[in-house]
C-alpha cells in the first residue's frame, strides 16, 4: 500500500516525536523517517511524508521504502497531498478540510494519532475488524454495531501495519 503522510502533522500528534522537533524541526523529521523506515521494512508497504518545504521544494529518500518530498514556496504541504491522494492510497492527517478532500479522491483518510497508536503499538495477535473501536462520528445510517465504510476502509489500511515476523533468507 502507499501512504502519504503530513509529516509535520504527525510529528506533532506524538509526544516523543514532538520532543525530537524540540531540538530541531531536522531532528523531528528524522526521528520520523526512522519510524516509517521501519514501518516499511516490516510491513512491505511504501510511505511518501510530505513537509512544508522552506528550501524551494524537492524529494529526498530517508531509507528503503521512505521518501520525502518537501512542498514548494507557496504551495504548502496539504495541498501536496491532495494532489498525490488517488485510488489505493492512504493519507495521514489530522487535518478536517484535508481529510474531506482525499475521501472526494478515492483515497483512505486516516487521522495521524491512529496511525501514530498503531505504528508504536507493541507486537501482538492481530485484531479482527469487529474489534476495532468505533471510529465514526456522529449518527448514521444501517447497522448501528458496523462501522461505516470510510471507517472500514481506514482500519484495514490500519492493520496492514501489524508488526510482521521478519522473514529469513
Not at 510529528?11 to 525530537?20: M, N, T, V
Not at 494519532?113 to 468505533?134: L, M, N, T, W, Y
Request: charged residues 30%; positive net charge; proline residues 5%.
Amino acid at each position: 500500500m502507499r501512504w502519504l503522510v503530513d509529516g509535520y502533522n504527525v510529528i506533532r500528534c506524538d509526544p516523543g516525536l514532538a520532543a525530537h522537533e524540540g531540538e530541531s524541526l531536522e531532528a523531528g523529521r528524522d526521528a520520523l523517517c526512522r519510524l516509517l523506515a521501519d514501518a516499511a521494512r516490516t510491513s512491505g508497504d511504501q510511505f511518501t511524508i510530505v513537509f512544508d518545504g522552506a528550501r524551494g521544494g524537492g524529494v529526498t529518500f530517508a531509507g528503503r521504502g521512505v521518501r520525502i518530498l518537501f512542498s514548494r514556496a507557496p504551495e504548502r504541504a496539504d495541498h501536496v497531498l491532495a494532489r498525490l491522494a488517488g485510488a489505493g492510497v492512504a493519507v495521514v492527517t489530522n487535518d478536517r478540510e484535508l481529510r474531506q478532500t482525499i475521501a472526494r479522491t478515492g483515497a483512505v483518510a486516516v487521522s495521524a494519532d491512529e496511525f501514530v497508536a498503531r505504528i508504536f503499538a507493541p507486537p501482538g495477535p492481530g485484531r479482527s475488524e469487529d474489534d476495532e473501536e468505533d471510529l465514526s462520528r456522529g449518527p448514521k445510517k444501517g447497522n448501528p454495531h458496523r462501522l461505516s465504510k470510510k471507517a472500514r476502509a481506514a482500519t484495514r489500511a490500519l492493520n496492514r501495519l501489524r508488526h510482521r515476523p521478519k522473514r529469513s533468507p
